[in-house]
């Protein structure tokens, strides 16, 4: 057992996550108030996070680049963030002391769905997206080769939900204004070694 100190509380939840973290290696976020934690990715995983990386670094435009390890900001609630697999930024986050993003700069945010994560994290992970004004969310399932595309936030939700599987094209809206090709990313087996 994890001595665990402070205790959950509102106000300090952050700290919380942060101390979780450090003592456990699990990545951890707080979402609408509540802490969310997730185990370190598989290789697979991790092998689709590469594979879009790569695509995104050879065709992004002049000024966005694609981040791992960046957590977004819940508007006026500091306490309140999400650490994508992956998000899109302006180059000038590199420079940026802070690290919590304000979800207006975000013009993409990358959720690669974990092979236990449940369908009601993945709908209360995208609402949250949404609530904070994320413009884009490309949630990847390597449990089902597919992938949505989340756009249009409104009203506590992505108006427009676009579905698709491997080998289909993903047509990121702009200002971004490319297409991520997923034939090659990888899915997850039947039985992870342990």
Known sequence: MYPLHPRPRPGNLREVA???EELTG??????????VM???PTGKHAGVVFS???QMDR????GPRAYENSSVMMPDDRDDYATPDLIVLPDAWAEDDDWLADPVDVAL???VISPSE???GISEKADWYALAGVVALLAIDPRKGTWVLYTRPANGGYQDVMPGKYGETVGLPE???LDVETGQFPVYGDKPRR
């Open 18 to 20: 942060e101390k979780i």
């Open 26 to 35: 699990l990545r951890v976020q707080v979402l609408g108030g509540s802490l």
């Open 38 to 40: 997730s185990p370190p």
């Open 52 to 54: 879009l990386r790569r």
């Open 59 to 62: 065709a992004l435009p002049d």
């Open 109 to 111: 945010a990358v959720e």
């Open 118 to 120: 449940k369908a009601r």
């Open 175 to 177: 200002p971004l204004g």
